[in-house]
């Protein structure tokens, strides 16, 4: 019997027990010996009467698992930083396996955890932490091992992309399109974590890890959310033949150099991203050898999260089982050279609010090539009350130098108002 401790009884917790009951002559079969949740750690036993336990017992107490040695692995599905980050180093420091979902601690303490893990002769599992039933991590640390990876975009939050997705096809504006994803329960009361683009700058932290061998931290991603991305940007995007998604990106820039960031970003419509609707997520790489690649799948929900979660169980009890020792960790991870945000390159759409005079376009056009920004397409749409809407796609430019420009475009006299200034990216 491969004995569990589980921290944690909410949607991923549920997703986990009903995949073991379900599924366990299946998965005893995979590894040789029937896996059994042992104890259950919950704050409030009450709240959960409801629930088929089976024979595992309830404890409010974490020494009933630390201290149980008949418990080899240890799942942690709290989420937040603490007292999860305490749990998974008592945990490893007595020699227990860990599994969590939790980006947050992850991203954090990545390094921390691998070290302790390596004294102790253990292992941290945490494939659900990012693109939840998606086996993102165990792809890049088995299936893609033989590459390089020379780029990663993902669509790493649910949240976001069924919002953009609903302003799109509902034609409805963003907060609108919040509100109702919040009482689908797409998006949680205090959305601010999945709108800002800060969950997904957590995954990309640990992707850094595991996809360029790179130590980061959350504040070396820059992140941009979706709030300001209106109804009208998203019908122009498709008009000039893209679709608007929230992309977490990290490249190799100048050879050397890494650059990660969260924003926005208008892609081809025919790129394999645009098509990733609603709530799944998706990760998208190139590989020196394997070439592009797409994974993509349910990125939340307790059975898929719980899906990376059982599998990750499965892979340390198969090893534990066969007295094998595949260690998960990333032991060799390097501080990154990393590009500052403000060399980093991308094409703009510009949305721009103009008097509609015969000498705009020549103004704008100016103050772009001061800063040796051309211009891929630029479009009149709708005059109203001799107000004319320009909308301008630059080829790819320096973040800084684009920055230099808005602040003077928006300082000639003739431009009303700088609505949206979006990134783009065509040949990813
Ligand atoms: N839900 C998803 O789709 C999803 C997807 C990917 C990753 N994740 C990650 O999975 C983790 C869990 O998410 P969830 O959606 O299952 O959360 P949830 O529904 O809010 O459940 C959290 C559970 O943890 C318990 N808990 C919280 N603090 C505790 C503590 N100090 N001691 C003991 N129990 C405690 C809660 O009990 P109370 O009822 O007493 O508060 C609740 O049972 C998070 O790290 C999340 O980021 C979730």
């Not at 932490?129 to 790493?156: C, D, H, Q, T, Y």
């Not at 645009?274 to 394997?290: D, Q, R, T, W």
């Not at 759409?349 to 100016?366: A, F, M, P, T």
């Amino acid at each position: 019997m491969i004995e569990v401790g589980l921290i944690g009884l909410g949607n991923v917790g549920q997703g986990i027990l009903n995949i073991i009951q379900e599924n366990q002559a299946l998965l005893t079969q995979r590894v040789g010996q029937p896996i059994h949740i042992k104890t259950i750690m919950v704050r409030d036993p009450k709240k959960y009467n409801h629930i088929d336990f089976g024979d595992s017992k309830i404890t409010t107490q974490f020494s009933d698992l630390i201290n149980d040695n008949e418990i080899k692995i240890i799942v942690e599905v709290i989420g937040g930083e603490t007292p999860a980050y305490d749990y998974i180093c008592q945990a490893l420091e007595h020699g227990k396996y860990v599994v969590t979902a939790n980006k947050e601690v992850v991203s954090k303490h990545q390094k921390t955890f691998f070290e302790l893990a390596k004294k102790h002769q253990v292992d941290i599992y945490y494939e659900a932490a990012v693109g939840g039933g998606i086996p993102i991590i165990r792809s890049l640390k088995v299936g893609f091992s033989a590459n390089k990876i020379e780029s990663l975009l993902g669509i790493l939050n649910g949240t976001t992309n069924y919002i953009l997705t609903k302003i799109e096809q509902d034609s409805q504006e963003f907060d609108v399109t919040l509100k109702e994803a919040q009482e689908l329960g797409l998006a949680e009361a205090d959305p601010s974590m999945d709108i800002s683009g800060l969950d997904a700058a957590h995954k990309l932290v640990i992707l850094a890890a595991v996809a360029f061998k790179s130590n980061i931290q959350v504040k070396d991603v820059f992140y941009e959310g979706i709030e300001n991305i209106t109804l009208k940007d998203m019908k122009y995007a498709k008009e000039l033949g893209f679709a608007i998604k929230l992309l977490a990106l990290a490249k190799h820039v100048n050879g050397k150099q890494l650059s990660f960031k969260v924003h926005p970003t208008m892609i081809p419509l025919s790129h394999p991203l645009a098509n990733i609707h609603n709530e799944m997520n998706a990760a998208y790489l190139k590989g020196n050898a394997v070439g592009e690649a797409l994974l993509s799948g349910k990125g939340a929900g307790g059975s898929p999260t719980g899906s990376a979660i059982v599998s990750d169980i499965v892979d340390i009890a198969f090893d534990h089982t066969q007295d094998v020792n595949r260690r998960n960790l990333e032991p060799n991870l390097k501080t990154a050279d990393l590009c500052p945000f403000e060399d980093t390159d991308s094409a703009f759409y510009i949305r721009l609010k103009v008097n509609d005079h015969h000498s705009v376009l020549e103004q704008l056009l100016g103050v772009l090539a001061k800063a040796e920004i051309s211009v891929s397409k630029i479009l009149q749409k709708e005059i109203q009350n001799n107000i004319a809407e320009i909308v301008i796609i630059t080829h790819p430019t320096k973040e800084h130098q684009m920055a230099q420009s808005i602040s003077e475009l928006t300082d000639i006299d003739t431009v009303k108002k700088c609505c949206s200034v979006i990134r783009v990216e065509e040949q990813v």
